[in-house]
Every structure is written in structure tokens, then in C-alpha cells.
Nanobody
Framework: VQLQASGGGLVQAGGSLRLSCAASERTFSFNAMGWFRQAPGKEREFVAFMWSGNTYYTDSVKGRFTISRDNAKNTVYLQMNSLKPEDTAVYYC??????????????????WGQGTLVTVSS
């Protein structure tokens, strides 16, 4: 399984970006798909995920970010609005098929994209 993340870039605070994660197989074959991020010097943290038909967000992005999926394109998106400098990080998409760890943690996912850098300037 391969995940290809794209869409990162440099944006001013208050701006928007949409990240995409294209999977090499059908997205409905995964029981969860999500986005994580890792800022310099910090641990990788969950941002949003889709699991059992529901969506979940970390508190800091609620109301600003939206995760969605297009099964026809085998792609998961992360629409990011009202971006803040503290959103600056490398964003990773992830997919879960066999893993049994908590879906809020990286250990809950089997497959990872290569990461895409999001930089928000103040």
C-alpha cells in the first residue's frame, strides 16, 4: 500500500490549504484514515481521522479543518481554513487496516504517506 500526500505550501495566517492523500488501493479497504502532523522538536500528533463512518478532530483544529474522502478517487482530503502559525508542521496521511493501537496515536496505523510541509506565516 502506498499513500501519496500533496498540497502543502507556504500560506499567510488566515489562509487556506487543501491537502490530498492518494492511496494505491481502495480507501474503503481501510477501517480508518487520518492526518497527523509533526512540528520541529515535537512528537507526531493526530489532527483528524475518519473511523467507522465518523470524523474526529483534535481540539485545536475543530471548526477550521475538515477531513473528507472521495472513494471514487481513492483519496482523502484535509481542508484547512483559518490557518494559524501554530499549524506549521509536516503533515502525514495514514491508513489503518491491521493495526490495533488507538486510532488517536501513530501506533494505530499501518501505512504512512511521505509527509507534506505546511508553513503558516504570521
Amino acid at each position: 500500500v502506498q499513500l501519496q500526500a500533496s498540497g502543502g505550501g507556504l500560506v499567510q495566517a488566515g489562509g487556506s490549504l487543501r491537502l490530498s492523500c492518494a492511496a494505491s488501493e481502495r480507501t474503503f479497504s481501510f477501517n480508518a484514515m487520518g492526518w497527523f502532523r509533526q512540528a520541529p522538536g515535537k512528537e507526531r500528533e493526530f489532527v483528524a481521522f475518519m473511523w467507522s463512518g465518523n470524523t474526529y478532530y483534535t481540539d485545536s483544529v475543530k471548526g477550521r479543518f475538515t477531513i473528507s474522502r472521495d472513494n471514487a478517487k481513492n483519496t482523502v482530503y484535509l481542508q484547512m481554513n483559518s490557518l494559524k502559525p501554530e499549524d506549521t508542521a509536516v503533515y502525514y496521511c495514514a491508513a489503518r487496516k491491521f493495526a490495533s493501537g488507538p486510532v488517536y496515536y501513530p501506533s494505530g496505523y499501518d501505512y504512512w504517506g511521505q509527509g507534506t510541509l505546511v508553513t503558516v506565516s504570521s
